[in-house]
Every structure is written in structure tokens, then in C-alpha cells.
């Protein structure tokens, strides 16, 4: 979201400027209707799945929202900050780990993947 709001602004002036509120926007109604799911996310709503990202702003030295919250997510929030993720009305990330997948189970998947990947692309030599 920050590239999407300073990116533009690296050009010469633009007339109407892209607001923080804009970008959030795109993220999330915008996003959906692009992808033709704006009668089911994107917002809030009666009727619409409940995908909520809850984040924590002000808890570290890089966000300390005074003025404007959305702003301050667009802005200077990270990855990191994300505390609990609801897709669909289910939380998927409580606390920042992910509730869906054994992600220990996954890292020993993904690295015995890797290592079969390797070996097959050091025989095409």
C-alpha cells in the first residue's frame, strides 16, 4: 500500500493526488471488484464474508498513529503488525501464527521439496 501512495508522487504533480484513503480503498473494495468478488468482499457488510485483518498500530516505534489511523497503516504499517486474520468469519492468524497449517510440518515439506528440486536440476547439467 505505501508503494501504491508514494510511487505516484515521484512523477511530476498530479492534480488530485492518491490520498492514504485511496490506497486503502484499492486494497480492499477495489481489489475485490477487480477481481469481480465485490458482492461478497471487500467490505464490511451484511450478507459479505467476514474477512477482517485486525493490526496493532502504536505498540512499536515505527507506529505511533496521532493524527490518522489510516494513514498510519498505509504508511508505516508492516507485516509484522498483523495480530488476527478472519477469512470467511474463521481466524486463520491468531497472534501472529497461522492457525490453518502445521508450519513446522510445512518448513520440513518445503525444504525436502527444495532438495529434490536441487538435485533434479543439478542432473540437467
Known sequence: MKLSLLLPRIREPQPRPVTPLDVLRMATI???????LDDVIGSLEP?????????????????MPIH?????LVLCG????????????????NEGAVTTVDEDALGVEVRRRGAAL????????
Request: charged residues 30%; aromatic residues 0%.
Open 78 to 93: 508492516r507485516a509484522a503488525d498483523v495480530a488476527t486474520v478472519l477469512v470467511d468469519g474463521g481466524i486463520v492468524v
Open 118 to 125: 536441487g538435485d533434479r536440476l543439478r542432473a540437467l547439467d
Open 68 to 72: 490518522d489511523l489510516v494513514t498510519e
Open 30 to 36: 477495489d481489489g475485490a471488484r477487480a477481481l469481480g
Open 47 to 63: 450478507g459479505k464474508r467476514a474477512d477482517v485483518t485486525l493490526v496493532r498500530l502504536g505498540e512499536n516505534a515505527h507506529s
